[in-house]
């Protein structure tokens, strides 16, 4: 659920990550204008057409019950742009979803007016902030996250009893009590749509059955693994979609 007129391949690269790492049907959730861009890039993947404004996708609370219905688990955030008019629908979902929500990028960046929504959640939810969306979240500054990576990650997700995955060199994941530091990975990934990739990853993972802390974990994991693969062709001047045609070398 995301992408704008502005940032359509966010949404690619999550959807086709989710599909190479094993999702029979992922669907896309985004306005008409970006439809036919996506689906020549992604033909194995279904729509569900929304409204827009602007550029920017609208959603109305029956199309969120919708979703809430008819999926396993729902991805928020890639591609949604600086969408102030999407704050309703992001806490409408928090409100009402029942399935795992995973919220990454301007997701994060909207849910930090209303972060209070987390404490009356109905369903698992999963973080994924690099220290720039953390600091925006907690208040802290990134120098600060950066040198206490467990320690504030660990907190925040005890604090709100969620998943958190601080992304960055030795990403770390908690639940608010265990603690998995990651050690797959190279320099190569930081570069543009890394993050949508494990967003699909980690979502193609909740939706197979893997309880949220273990989806998180192995996402983390498997995303690492498949850039390393892609770093041996590509070096330093890998690109996200280079991991993702990766993604089943490292399930191996």
């Not at 301007?106 to 930090?112: I, R, T």
Request: proline share 2%; charged share 20%; aromatic share 8%.
């Amino acid at each position: 659920m995301g992408g704008c007129y502005y940032m359509s391949g966010a949404v690619t690269l999550a959807a086709k990550s989710a599909l190479r790492t094993g999702s029979g049907i992922v669907t896309c959730v985004v306005q008409g204008s970006i439809v036919d861009r996506i689906a020549s890039f992604l033909p194995e993947a279904t729509y569900k057409v929304c409204g827009e404004t602007d550029g920017y996708i609208t959603l109305k609370n029956e199309d969120v019950d919708e979703i809430i219905k008819n999926y396993d688990a729902v991805a928020i955030g890639v591609g949604l742009g600086k969408n102030q008019n999407f704050i309703s629908s992001l806490s409408y979902i928090l409100e009402n979803s029942t399935k795992p929500l995973i919220i990454d990028a301007d997701g994060l960046n909207l849910l930090c007016s209303i972060k209070e929504k987390l404490n009356i959640k109905k369903c698992p939810i999963i973080l994924t902030p690099h220290p720039g969306e953390f600091s925006r979240l907690t208040g802290l500054s990134i120098d600060y996250i950066n040198k206490n990576r467990v320690e504030v990650a660990l907190k925040f997700a005890k604090e709100y009893e969620c998943i958190v995955l601080l992304k960055g060199a030795s990403t770390v994941v908690t639940d608010g009590e265990m603690v998995y530091i990651n050690t797959t990975g190279n320099t190569g990934m930081a570069t543009g749509g890394s993050g949508d990739v494990l967003t699909g990853i980690i979502l193609s993972l909740v939706g197979q059955g893997y309880s949220p802390y273990d989806a998180a974990v192995l996402g983390a994991y498997l995303h690492g693994a498949a850039g390393d693969w892609a770093y041996k062709k590509y070096g330093n001047g890998l690109v996200a979609s280079d991991i993702i045609e990766y993604i089943g070398q490292a399930m191996l």
